[in-house]
Antibody, heavy 119, light 108 residues
């Protein structure tokens, strides 16, 4: 049973870089699509991007210029970096994966971290 | 971008009755459609994928149907714990993968 534990700061200043990490337990990171999804307060869900176990990445075109997703398989972690943040990037950020499938749905989620962009 | 439109925005149903939630895609997504349930303060929970396949541990009262651009989530015999926001998500080849705006289900 895969479990995802997120870590990272809950407050980021405008124009700086948001950095979050997702630690994987109970399964191997060497499979599947490992995604980041966000949800502004009181709003819907937005897929940010994923890293495939091969290391290839795919991003939401609307965020592509500012997003980097990477993985450290030795630590069983994958990470999100979002540069030049503004108040519109304030959201709960989730890491997520589909355990046992190669489709882009998500049956295991991290606990979510509310990241507020404010000076 | 494929726009997912859910209806109604809010649905209020008595316990034991059936709820029918709709999701329409602006372009063809085949059967690459999932449904999620989200309760306040929690991460979403996968209910249905490939339009009609229940995820592990999901009760049989949740069922999905549809293909192409029109999809339905049916919850039969509603229970109080089904009160939540329900989202559809398309994951066809066209980026980005997108979610609907959600349907809030209230149990009377």
């Amino acid at each position: 049973q895969v479990q995802l534990q997120q870590s990272g700061p809950g407050l980021v200043k405008p124009s700086e870089t948001l950095s979050l990490t997702c630690s994987v337990s109970g399964g191997s990171i060497s499979h599947y699509y490992w995604s980041w999804i966000r949800q502004p307060p009181g709003k819907g869900l937005e897929w940010i991007g994923y890293i495939y176990y091969t290391g290839s990445t795919t991003y939401n075109p609307s965020l592509k210029s500012r997003v980097t997703i990477s993985a450290d398989t030795s630590k069983k972690q994958f990470s999100l970096k979002l540069t030049s943040v503004t108040a519109t990037d304030t959201a709960v950020y989730y890491c997520a994966v589909k355990d046992g499938g190669n489709d882009l749905t998500f049956d295991h989620w991290g606990q979510g971290i509310l990241v507020t962009v404010s000076s | 971008e494929i726009v997912m439109t859910q209806s109604p925005a809010t649905l209020s149903v008595f316990p034991g009755e059936r709820a029918t939630l709709s999701c329409r895609a602006s372009q063809y997504v085949s059967s690459n459609l999932a449904w999620y349930q989200q309760k306040p303060g929690q991460a979403p929970r996968l209910l249905i994928y490939y339009a009609s396949t229940r995820a592990t541990g999901i009760p049989a009262r949740f069922s999905g149907s549809g293909s192409g651009t029109e999809f339905t989530l049916t919850i039969s015999s509603l229970q109080s714990e089904d009160s939540a926001i329900y989202y559809c998500q398309q994951y066809n080849d066209w980026l980005p993968y997108t979610f609907g705006q959600g349907t809030k289900l209230e149990i009377k």
